[in-house]
């Protein structure tokens, strides 16, 4: 076997990205015994370019394009293009088509949060609830897809509005699913959230303390999780969150337990919002038709929205082109990646799943 | 000046005040400030914004401008600890020329600003003197080309 | 697109063939060479008679010294290697539906016209077909021993396990000691395995089971002594004899209860699989091994897995008694079956422990509850309770 001495009994492990725990990341972790002294995030593997490919697409060309980095939450990272996009174009969407966005956001959260549960599961070696999220997680796309009329990438909102209204018997069947869905909230938790195993395996790992949250630039549930009551649809509401009653989950503790409920709660609130959503719809137009290439006028706009992952950022500047003179997006992953080195460090290397995920750190997302 | 831009008129003033007329107020809107700087002030300016309690940055960028010869860079900051300025996302820009593209790291003052800082030198070649990792991030290690951002990069088949 | 059931025909196809073509190229070799050197072989027509006759074929075995009374036919078929292949075979699909109903799911369907029955079989085939990769830096000669001798602790541990009165490969007044002996090398061969392979993930992983394995191994042991201080016997037969009244589950809760957990920790089963923690280590000590030499070192897992299953069958389950409209070895299967069934359980609802918790765990309490056991025990012995 092949050691190269670090000095002393210390052995330098590259996780991935040919590995099942990683993702199309590596992270390079120094470890003295069974503790990880250093821990070297290495992103890049999937980098593709986004922002610059952007410049040279139309903004409804740009919409399919910018869903390519999460699509497992589509409409959280095209919904706030489109909101830039609005301001750069000057329209406003009729009152119909923010209350189906705000659906189709809610959707994708909680289809983000369900598969994030099941890596969860399966990072922490519970098979079954890998199963289990993954198999009720199709009840929501299939939601989802009778509105956007794919399974992940529905490109459904556009400038203007969305591209169609809602089909009839949705309500019917979207509340038939949260229904079901309640329950199996509780099955999760009999199973998996107050199993002392998992617990033991979770409570007190990776604790972030509130001032490192806030001066890392933790963001999301992550931010929440270290008892900070933060996030944009309460702080700056978009859409009409403003008009929903709704609370945030918070939890004071920090550790790999308290985000991972927050996101169990984020489940159930997304619910609660779709209810109040679907009771206050009116019958409306859609979308503001706009005629013609869309050319913004010479400007700049920047707007941030909550994406299941975190704050999700648009800055675009445009010079009066078909084409946005620049796309800059600042993606919730790529700033909780700092947390996870300063995490790992003093962890055990059993732990590292448990925190690493726990970030619900998403590589193409981060790579861009 | 409308209803509810009042927070952040005053926060600008506050700001004007203190630094004379090293900023210039870009514009004021709603939920948004956005000032200007020159590059040796930026420090002084991020310190005293981060000391109003923006204390995350949310976003830094650049934008490259090859008519002016210059490059923006942005530091959009937010507040996430005080509920007032919650709403509000402050830009502060500076604008540094393209022959040297250098410009002091805000990294002791907002931490989080790190990978943003990296991202930004390998996709515009700015360099941010005294950051400890100026290395590249994204991009893979044996890139030979011009920082792919610049406007004078161009993509195969669609210039 | 072929069916798995069409390539079965296929080999089936492929192998009457080669019987047809036997005469010419067979034959000719086995009758006429052999019999040059001195010895002995059946005529061509016993041999094709014992072919098609189960009759003639026994009685051809018999007449060479391999029929079913035979010392070799024991080790070699029944109740030896071939029996607990079959039956680690059937735990591997077992596993594998029992979970997947667990997890709403429906697992193996396709092979087989019932509920993937021949799942196994295929998977057989396709590690049969796969190129069994050695790492260039890997140390070659304990490389491809770690599979064999894998195999052959688990075969080894079939030795004295008997499955009623009568049907036992060797039976010895200290049987009982003789599969935790066999048991200790288990460590060994993991290590052999894990460093042979090169590799760092398998190797953190081999030593995760080297610490897993030696935590263990003593409170497995010593929970079991309760159970020879009850029947006095290290005899395993005497042993099953002795709880004809009495499962001693009963007076010995706590020691089935430990062993039950050394099972599992002793397999590496969910959740004690941390020395193949695959988010952590790839796939621990088994991440180089590739093709049939994973399927061995599998086999040989599965075959340990029957054999522990066994143990506590006979040792606090009462072995093959029951009621008497069931002959002995149905009784003993079906508890067999059903200590399978709850040792799989557990990684349909658990997450996999820490090495620190699972060592602590360990070394402190099971070794400290494990001797209650055993004053239990005593006490219950000079009360006079059994």
């Given at each position: 076997?092949?050691?190269?001495?670090?000095?002393?009994?210390?052995?330098?492990?590259?996780?991935?990205?040919?590995?099942?725990?990683?993702?199309?990341?590596?992270?390079?972790?120094?470890?003295?015994?069974?503790?990880?002294?250093?821990?070297?995030?290495?992103?890049?593997?999937?980098?593709?370019?986004?922002?610059?490919?952007a410049?040279?697409?139309?903004?409804?060309?740009?919409?399919?394009?910018?869903?390519?980095?999460?699509?497992?939450?589509?409409?959280?990272?095209?919904?706030?293009?489109?909101?830039?996009?609005?301001?750069?174009?000057?329209?406003?969407?009729?009152?119909?088509?923010?209350?189906?966005?705000?659906?189709?956001?809610?959707?994708?959260?909680?289809?983000?949060?369900?598969?994030?549960?099941?890596?969860?599961?399966?990072?922490?070696?519970?098979?079954?609830?890998?199963?289990?999220?993954?198999?009720?997680?199709?009840?929501?796309?299939?939601?989802?897809?009778?509105?956007?009329?794919?399974?992940?990438?529905?490109?459904?909102?556009?400038?203007?509005?969305?591209?169609?209204?809602?089909?009839?018997?949705?309500?019917?069947?979207?509340?038939?699913?949260?229904?079901?869905?309640?329950?199996?909230?509780?099955?999760?938790?009999?199973?998996?959230?107050?199993?002392?195993?998992m617990?033991?395996?979770t409570?007190?790992?990776?604790?972030?303390?509130?001032?490192?949250?806030?001066?890392?630039?933790?963001?999301?549930?992550?931010?929440?999780?270290?008892?900070?009551?933060?996030?944009?649809?309460?702080?700056?509401?978009y859409?009409f969150?403003?008009?929903?009653?709704?609370?945030i989950?918070?939890?004071?503790?920090?550790?790999?337990?308290?985000?991972?409920?927050?996101?169990?709660?984020?489940?159930?609130?997304?619910?609660?919002?779709?209810?109040q959503?679907?009771?206050?719809?009116?019958?409306?137009?859609?979308?503001?038709?706009?005629?013609?290439?869309?050319?913004?006028?010479?400007?700049?706009?920047?707007?941030?929205?909550?994406?299941?992952?975190?704050?999700?950022?648009?800055?675009?500047?445009s010079?009066?082109?078909?084409?946005?003179?620049?796309?800059?997006?600042?993606?919730?992953?790529?700033?909780?990646?700092?947390?996870?080195?300063?995490?790992?460090?003093?962890s055990?290397?059993?732990?590292?799943?448990?925190?690493?995920?726990?970030?619900?750190?998403?590589?193409?997302?981060?790579?861009? | 000046?409308?209803?509810?831009?009042?927070?952040?008129?005053?926060?600008?003033?506050?700001?004007?005040?203190?630094?004379?007329?090293?900023?210039?107020?870009?514009?004021?809107?709603?939920?948004?400030?956005?000032?200007?700087?020159?590059?040796?002030?930026?420090?002084?300016?991020?310190?005293?914004?981060?000391?109003?309690?923006?204390?995350?940055?949310?976003?830094?960028?650049?934008?490259?401008?090859?008519?002016?010869?210059l490059?923006?860079?942005?530091?959009?900051?937010?507040?996430?600890?005080?509920?007032?300025?919650?709403?509000?996302?402050?830009?502060?820009m500076?604008?540094?020329?393209?022959?040297?593209?250098?410009?002091?790291?805000?990294?002791?003052?907002?931490?989080?600003?790190?990978?943003?800082?990296?991202?930004?030198?390998?996709?515009?070649?700015?360099?941010?003197?005294?950051?400890?990792?100026?290395?590249?991030?994204?991009?893979?290690?044996?890139?030979?080309?011009?920082?792919?951002?610049?406007?004078?990069?161009?993509?195969?088949?669609?210039? | 697109?072929?069916?798995?059931?069409?390539?079965?025909?296929?080999?089936?196809?492929?192998?009457?063939?080669?019987?047809?073509?036997?005469?010419?190229?067979i034959?000719?070799?086995?009758?006429?060479?052999?019999?040059?050197?001195?010895?002995?072989?059946?005529?061509?027509?016993?041999?094709?008679?014992?072919?098609?006759?189960?009759?003639?074929?026994?009685?051809?075995?018999?007449?060479?010294?391999?029929?079913?009374?035979?010392?070799?036919?024991?080790?070699?078929?029944?109740?030896?290697?071939?029996?607990?292949?079959?039956?680690?075979?059937?735990?591997?699909?077992?596993?594998?539906?029992?979970?997947?109903?667990?997890?709403?799911?429906?697992?193996?369907?396709?092979?087989?016209?019932?509920?993937?029955?021949?799942?196994?079989?295929?998977?057989?085939?396709?590690?049969?077909?796969?190129?069994?990769?050695?790492?260039?830096?890997?140390?070659?000669?304990?490389?491809?021993?770690?599979?064999?001798?894998?195999?052959?602790?688990?075969?080894?541990?079939?030795?004295?396990?008997?499955?009623?009165?009568?049907i036992?490969?060797?039976?010895?007044?200290?049987?009982?000691?003789?599969?935790?002996?066999?048991?200790?090398?288990?460590?060994?061969?993991?290590?052999?395995?894990?460093?042979?392979?090169?590799n760092?993930?398998?190797f953190?992983?081999?030593?995760?089971?080297?610490?897993?394995?030696?935590?263990?191994?003593?409170?497995?042991?010593?929970?079991?002594?309760?159970?020879?201080?009850l029947?006095?016997?290290?005899?395993?037969?005497?042993?099953?004899?002795?709880?004809?009244?009495?499962?001693?589950?009963?007076?010995?809760?706590?020691?089935?209860?430990?062993?039950?957990?050394?099972?599992?920790?002793?397999?590496?089963?969910?959740?004690?699989?941390?020395?193949?923690?695959?988010?952590?280590?790839?796939?621990g000590?088994?991440?180089?091994?590739?093709?049939?030499?994973?399927?061995?070192?599998?086999?040989?897992?599965?075959?340990?897995?029957?054999?522990?299953?066994?143990?506590?069958?006979?040792?606090?389950?009462?072995?093959?008694y029951?009621?008497?409209?069931?002959?002995?070895?149905?009784?003993?299967?079906?508890?067999?079956?059903?200590?399978?069934?709850?040792?799989?359980?557990?990684?349909?609802?658990?997450?996999?422990?820490?090495?620190?918790?699972l060592?602590?765990?360990?070394?402190?309490?099971?070794?400290?509850?494990?001797?209650?056991?055993?004053?239990?025990?005593?006490?219950?012995?000079?009360?006079?309770?059994?």
């Amino acid at each position: 076997m092949q050691v190269v001495d670090q000095g002393g009994d210390k052995m330098v492990l590259h996780v991935g990205p040919q590995h099942p725990g990683s993702g199309h990341f590596r992270i390079v972790i120094t470890l003295d015994g069974d503790y990880i002294i250093d821990a070297k995030p290495d992103p890049g593997y999937v980098h593709r370019g986004a922002e610059k490919m952007a410049e040279y697409r139309t903004y409804i060309q740009n919409i399919p394009h910018l869903e390519r980095p999460v699509i497992i939450d589509a409409t959280g990272i095209t919904l706030p293009y489109v909101l830039t996009a609005e301001k750069i174009l000057d329209v406003e969407p009729p009152e119909r088509a923010q209350y189906i966005r705000m659906i189709m956001a809610e959707l994708n959260r909680i289809i983000s949060h369900l598969y994030w549960l099941a890596i969860y599961g399966i990072f922490l070696g519970h098979s079954t609830m890998f199963m289990w999220p993954m198999g009720d997680r199709e009840l929501f796309i299939d939601l989802a897809e009778s509105i956007g009329g794919t399974r992940v990438t529905f490109s459904y909102v556009v400038p203007g509005g969305v591209r169609n209204d809602i089909p009839g018997g949705f309500k019917e069947r979207a509340l038939k699913t949260f229904q079901y869905f309640e329950k199996r909230i509780k099955e999760y938790e009999e199973i998996f959230f107050n199993n002392p195993l998992m617990q033991s395996r979770t409570v007190g790992i990776g604790i972030l303390k509130k001032q490192n949250a806030v001066k890392l630039g933790i963001t999301g549930p992550n931010l929440r999780a270290s008892g900070i009551n933060s996030d944009t649809r309460k702080d700056e509401p978009y859409c009409f969150y403003n008009k929903i009653r709704f609370d945030i989950p918070v939890y004071k503790e920090g550790d790999s337990y308290a985000r991972c409920m927050v996101r169990l709660r984020e489940l159930q609130q997304s619910m609660d919002i779709i209810r109040q959503v679907l009771d206050r719809m009116k019958p409306g137009p859609i979308k503001h038709v706009i005629r013609g290439v869309m050319r913004g006028e010479p400007g700049e706009a920047f707007v941030r929205t909550e994406a299941a992952r975190g704050t999700m950022f648009y800055h675009i500047v445009s010079n009066g082109e078909r084409f946005p003179y620049r796309v800059k997006i600042s993606v919730p992953s790529f700033r909780n990646l700092i947390g996870m080195s300063h995490l790992l460090v003093g962890s055990r290397l059993a732990d590292m799943p448990a925190i690493y995920w726990s970030l619900d750190y998403w590589p193409v997302e981060a790579d861009k | 000046m409308s209803k509810n831009t009042i927070t952040e008129t005053k926060l600008v003033k506050g700001l004007k005040t203190k630094f004379n007329k090293q900023i210039t107020e870009e514009y004021v809107e709603p939920n948004r400030i956005k000032i200007s700087t020159s590059p040796t002030n930026l420090k002084a300016v991020a310190l005293a914004i981060k000391e109003l309690g923006f204390d995350q940055i949310i976003s830094q960028g650049a934008t490259d401008y090859p008519d002016d010869n210059l490059f923006r860079v942005e530091y959009h900051a937010i507040c996430v600890s005080i509920k007032k300025f919650r709403r509000i996302m402050f830009a502060i820009m500076t604008t540094i020329p393209k022959n040297k593209p250098e410009i002091e790291t805000l990294l002791d003052i907002w931490p989080s600003v790190e990978f943003h800082e990296q991202e930004t030198f390998e996709n515009f070649g700015i360099t941010f003197l005294n950051h400890p990792r100026m290395e590249r991030l994204l991009l893979p290690e044996d890139w030979d080309d011009i920082p792919p951002l610049r406007k004078d990069f161009s993509l195969p088949g669609r210039d | 697109m072929e069916t798995f059931e069409d390539f079965l025909k296929r080999i089936l196809s492929i192998l009457f063939w080669l019987l047809l073509l036997s005469p010419v190229i067979i034959f000719p070799v086995f009758f006429l060479l052999i019999p040059l050197l001195g010895i002995s072989v059946p005529t061509t027509n016993e041999f094709l008679t014992a072919l098609i006759d189960p009759i003639k074929g026994i009685q051809l075995a018999n007449k060479y010294g391999v029929g079913p009374s035979s010392t070799f036919f024991k080790i070699a078929a029944f109740p030896g290697f071939t029996f607990a292949a079959l039956i680690a075979t059937i735990t591997i699909l077992y596993e594998r539906k029992l979970i997947a109903k667990v997890q709403l799911r429906v697992g193996p369907l396709y092979a087989g016209r019932f509920e993937g029955v021949l799942q196994p079989i295929a998977d057989l085939f396709k590690l049969l077909g796969k190129e069994i990769v050695v790492p260039e830096k890997a140390d070659k000669f304990f490389f491809w021993s770690a599979p064999i001798l894998s195999i052959g602790l688990g075969a080894a541990l079939l030795a004295v396990l008997p499955l009623s009165p009568n049907i036992y490969i060797a039976r010895s007044d200290v049987s009982l000691l003789i599969p935790f002996a066999i048991i200790g090398f288990s460590p060994l061969i993991v290590l052999i395995a894990a460093w042979a392979s090169s590799n760092k993930f398998a190797f953190i992983g081999g030593l995760r089971a080297l610490h897993q394995l030696v935590a263990y191994e003593i409170p497995m042991l010593i929970s079991v002594l309760g159970v020879v201080i009850l029947s006095g016997s290290l005899d395993l037969i005497s042993i099953v004899e002795s709880q004809q009244q009495v499962w001693f589950i009963f007076p010995q809760l706590l020691g089935a209860i430990i062993f039950y957990i050394t099972i599992l920790s002793e397999l590496e089963r969910v959740p004690f699989d941390i020395p193949e923690a695959e988010t952590e280590l790839v796939s621990g000590w088994l991440t180089e091994y590739t093709g049939m030499h994973f399927g061995l070192l599998q086999l040989g897992v599965y075959i340990k897995f029957y054999a522990l299953s066994l143990l506590f069958t006979l040792l606090f389950l009462g072995g093959w008694y029951g009621p008497a409209f069931l002959p002995p070895l149905a009784w003993l299967l079906i508890k067999l079956f059903f200590v399978i069934t709850i040792v799989i359980l557990p990684r349909a609802v658990m997450p996999r422990l820490r090495i620190d918790q699972l060592i602590r765990l360990g070394w402190v309490w099971l070794i400290v509850l494990s001797f209650i056991n055993l004053f239990i025990a005593v006490i219950e012995v000079s009360l006079g309770v059994i």
